[in-house]
């Protein structure tokens, strides 16, 4: 299976990676088990995740996502072939002691990487990023953080997401200059519904050859063509979410997305993740899947090969997103 780079890392993955936010939260644990399995099965391994996952959930605390992932690796011993991915940075709300628990301060992270690494049931974490960029807190500083946890053994690389393209300039021009590890890739939101990261975020990743690792790629599901109106959308997980792609630019992507995959003999999201795929620059889309046979449809985009034809008119349809 053609291996993508993540960065100057030394780490390489299948161009698809396997979201983990719905695991504990919309796929139970059983099932999370089942679909990670046949990742694996299918000889995929890139798995991305964060310790936020999935706090929002009513009743939940936060490290349920890693917590099932963890329990995985011990029941299938199956650490060595995955690609591991997880997140430090966003809000966990507060300590027992009532310490405030967010941010990319030397302390947080230091502390957030121990916790993911017990949830885990792992002494190492491949690729660690910075889930948000934190303004108060000097790169400079959190650079050096994630220098004592890899020469630790603790992480392998990092990354980053949700960095402006400045800020991002900033971060590698620091680690470059103070001889300190660098973001290998970038995790930003990118589908054929939201490109704004074309506009300077990809010519940056290019240039400094960073690799890119997108979430949302189907747009938090509407790319799959399940999201036709308001009422579809209706009490969903994801209602929030797809609510801003109900409207005609949306629904005029839908047709294109409906056109090109009856024309290459797949479904949507099929489509949908094989025009990222064939991005330049892209180390592999994030997708998750609540079900294996979910899994299984996306599994089908990585041999699929659209014709210049179909990435023309989903460019064309998909060309509003493109405005930073």
Known sequence: MDKRPIGRSGLTVAPLCLGANVFGWTADEATAFAVLDRFVEAGFGFIDTADVYSRWAPGHAGGESEGVIGRWFASRGLREQVVLATKVGMDMGPSPSGESRVGLGPARIAEACEASLRRLRTDRIDLYQSHADDAGTPQEETLRAYERLIQAGKVRAIGASNFSAPRLREALDIAARENLPRYE????????????????????????????????????????????????????ARENRVAKYLNPRGFALLDALDAVAAGHGASPAQVALAWIMARPGITAPIASATSVAQLDELLGAVTLRLSPEAVARLDAASAGGIAP
């Open 185 to 236: 890739c970038l995790q930003p939101d990118y589908s054929l519904a939201e490109r704004g990261y074309e506009a300077a975020l990809e010519p940056l990743c290019r240039a400094e050859d960073l690799g890119v690792i997108g979430y949302f790629s189907l747009a938090a599901g509407f790319l799959t063509g399940k999201y036709r109106s308001g009422d579809a959308a209706a009490g969903r």
